[in-house]
């Protein structure tokens, strides 16, 4: 079974460009996860979906952060303007539902950002 | 305020020896718990979890852990440390009910010395 996929695994930008990541969930996983990973801390939750619907971004910085699932499979997560304290690792995560034990996450490998 | 608490930043073991992670956590009523693996470039690989039951988890790898509700504790243990075991380890809770909202703790990074 393939894992969960993301693109690009590694990315440059100067402040104030935009930026957007994509993830491809494992087939069949109706819930997906965006979480940020700056250096030395563990992975926050940014937004999550079920199908194509948006379930929690309580913690998304709205004004330059976005998201969107509009098939119920592929997502986008987009940045724009960057700023310098956006630099971080981006995971996705999915999961067969929102329910133990369908409820388990699945991690990509994540996207390093680095904004100059 | 809910917290998940690692209190080892960094620990050095040699290969053979055993290993122990401490993950402390802070919540209201006792939440799932989770040990991930974060290897160099990879993504966070699930080692195991606890919902209920026996307090005793045992994971992949030969990792277990060890539910303590009275020291509201998880904390992860492997007997004998190969070189592969070199990674860092992230410590997660989600409550009941509130499975997407994984919080994580800061992580503890391994070393194996030959």
């Known amino acids: 079974e393939a894992g969960v996929a993301q693109s690009p695994r590694y990315k440059i930008i100067e402040k104030r460009q935009s930026v957007a990541f994509w993830c491809n969930p494992i087939?069949?996983?109706?819930?997906l996860y965006w979480y940020q990973q700056i250096l030395g801390q563990g992975p926050k939750l940014l937004i999550q979906?079920?199908?194509?619907?948006?379930?929690?971004d309580s913690q998304l910085p709205k004004d330059r952060f976005s998201a969107e699932r509009l098939k119920g499979v592929d997502s986008t997560l987009k940045i724009q303007p960057a700023k310098l304290e956006d630099s971080a690792v981006y995971l996705c995560?999915?999961?067969?539902?929102?329910?133990?034990?369908?409820?388990?996450?699945?991690f990509g490998p994540g996207t390093r950002l680095t904004v100059l | 305020a809910q917290s998940v608490t690692q209190p080892d930043i960094h620990i050095t073991v040699s290969e053979g020896a055993s290993l122990e992670l401490r993950c402390n956590y802070s919540y209201g009523a006792t939440p799932y718990l989770f040990w991930y693996v974060q290897s160099p470039g990879q993504g966070l690989q699930l080692l195991l979890k606890?919902?209920?039951?026996?307090?005793l988890v045992q994971g992949i790898k030969g990792f277990e852990a060890e539910f303590k509700r009275s020291q509201s504790s998880f904390n992860l243990r492997k007997p004998s440390v190969h070189w592969s075991d070199a990674a860092e380890y992230f410590c997660?809770?989600?409550?009941?009910?509130?499975?997407?909202?994984?919080?994580f703790g800061a992580g503890t990074q391994v070393v194996v010395t030959p």
């Open positions: 995560a999915s999961s067969q539902g929102r329910e133990r034990p369908k409820g388990t996450q699945y």
């Open positions: 606890y919902f209920s039951g026996d307090t």
């Open positions: 087939s069949g996983h109706a819930t």
């Open positions: 997660a809770v989600a409550e009941p009910g509130s499975w997407g909202k994984l919080q």
């Open positions: 979906f079920q199908n194509n619907g948006v379930v929690d």
